[in-house]
């Protein structure tokens, strides 16, 4: 966003654009993008047909779960991280430069994310496996590390509220309380 910002001010208020900014606008978006697949995986965040996976039982989703990072997670992760090695180190080896604009900046230091991100996404997964054993010898899923959850601000934004009472402030947040205390221990997915 910074970088965007700084682009639309030289460009609209100094009258002095740069060429290069959409390429490196572009890696840092794609870093971010590719960086954050792990800690997706991680959140339960990626998308899944719920319809049938979220009327199963827990033992059931921990089966169809293992078996499809075997079958399909593992070699697809293991394809990237070997593709995306060789893609980075051919990158690097000739010091890849953008050809979208004459100045292109160097492109190696962005294509070695793939690899990495590859890596980070392939340690979370067998930490997803983990999960599945355990979840499918207890018969219920382990807990998943919480987040900054979005209570925090509806909190603050209902203890500066001037048109609420105090009565419905307690009522809002205890009934949010109450949905998080119901949420442990759930395996959802995204849709």
Not at 136 to 158: A, F, M, N, Y
Request: glycine residues 8%; negative net charge; charged residues 20%.
């Amino acid at each position: 966003m910074l970088v965007v910002c700084v682009e639309v001010f030289k460009r609209y208020i100094l009258n002095a654009p740069t060429a290069w900014i959409f390429d490196l606008n572009s890696m840092l978006y794609g870093t971010l993008f590719m960086l954050c697949g792990a800690y997706t995986l991680a959140q339960d965040g990626h998308v899944r047909g719920d319809f049938l996976y979220g009327n199963m039982k827990p033992r059931t989703q921990a089966a169809f779960d293992l078996v499809l990072y075997f079958l399909f997670f593992i070699p697809g992760i293991l394809a990237l991280i070997y593709a995306g090695y060789d893609f980075a180190l051919e990158s690097w080896r000739i010091g890849e430069r953008s050809t979208v604009t004459a100045e292109g900046p160097t492109l190696y230091q962005f294509k070695a994310m793939i690899p990495l991100a590859g890596a980070l996404i392939m340690l979370q997964g067998l930490s997803e496996i983990v999960r599945c054993v355990l979840c499918l010898r207890s018969g219920t899923w382990p807990p998943r590390l919480k987040d900054v959850q979005e209570i925090d601000v509806v909190e603050e934004q209902l203890a500066r509220s001037e048109f609420v009472n105090d009565a419905d402030k307690k009522m809002a947040i205890d009934s949010v309380h109450q949905m998080e205390k119901n949420e442990p221990g759930q395996h959802k997915g995204g849709v």
